[in-house]
């Protein structure tokens, strides 16, 4: 799955499957070894449509590319992730972030093997 948060065809919000729950804003860290998604990003979510703003402040919580696209198919949640070391950050920081984005059911594939 390639990860790719500002791209402008793909806007952060519930009619593309990407609800938020919480207004509110996070600075994320991401390491990503093919560069698609690499750096600091500002995810913000105002009355359920986010935003990702790349930026260069300091990241509060730090995960890698894998880690986010867990998070944005709603496998699991960012404490479950922070429990097993996935993602680093300060407690409230990874509080927010778990706020931010809607856990729905788990990731299913309709297609029978």
Do not use: K, N, Y
Not at 5 to 16: F, G, Q, T, V, W
Not at 37 to 57: I, K, N, P, S
Not at 67 to 91: F, K, M, V
């Amino acid at each position: 799955m390639r990860v790719q948060i500002d791209h402008p065809a793909a806007p952060l919000h519930a009619s593309r499957g990407h609800a938020f729950d919480a207004d509110g804003a996070v600075r994320i860290g991401i390491d990503d070894p093919l560069g698609f998604c690499a750096g600091t990003w500002e995810l913000r979510a105002v009355d359920g449509v986010g935003t990702a703003t790349a930026g260069t402040d300091p990241a509060e919580v730090s995960l890698g590319a894998d880690a986010l696209a867990q998070l944005w198919l709603s496998g699991t949640t960012a404490w479950e992730l922070a429990a097993a070391g996935r993602i680093t950050g300060a407690p409230e920081a990874v509080a927010r972030l778990g706020r931010l984005r809607r856990w729905g059911g788990a990731p299913a594939h309709r297609a029978e093997f």
